[in-house]
């Protein structure tokens, strides 16, 4: 197992405590490059009544207040889903380095689904994109809650 796939078991691992207030199972972590984790998130939208408490800026607020700074350059986000618009442009404002992803979201992914927000030539602060990672088991779990609404 890669460094990846170990810090997407502590992103999954957030994403399963979603489910314990009805929230969509996506989880985050935002990990240093030794592999110590400085911030984590799970979508809190249902349970805050607060549409931007995605887990990607859940887990980059607690990172910032981690570390004294909204500038999170040389950081890792690992989430278990594809960011969205909103979470890309919360990765580009605290410059982040890396992102790693889980499961593809092909209606409003924009890490390279949908959307290549993360790696658009035109803005000024690109990222490094990975995706894929432990992407059967992420991509489970979100199919398994959204069967169970069905």
């Known amino acids: 197992m890669n460094r990846y796939e170990e810090w997407m078991l502590s992103a999954l691992a957030e994403a399963r405590l979603a489910l314990g207030t009805g929230d969509v199972p996506v989880g985050a972590v935002v990990v240093d490059d030794a592999g110590r984790a400085v911030g984590a998130g799970r979508n809190l939208r249902e349970h805050t009544g607060d549409p ?16 004294g700074s909204w500038r999170l350059d040389g ?26 992803f889980g499961a593809w979201d092909e209606k409003a992914g924009a890490a390279g689904s949908v959307h290549d927000v993360l790696r658009d030539r035109r803005l000024p602060h690109r990222v490094e994109v990975i995706g894929g990672v432990l992407e059967r088991e992420c991509a489970e779990l979100l199919t398994g809650f959204f069967d169970g609404k069905r």
């Open 75 to 100: 950081l890792t986000l690992v989430v278990t889903l594809e960011p969205c618009v909103m979470c890309a442009g919360a990765v580009l404002q605290s410059r982040i380095t890396r992102v790693v």
């Open 52 to 67: 931007t408490a995605h887990a990607e800026v859940v887990a980059i607020r607690e990172a910032a207040a981690s570390v």
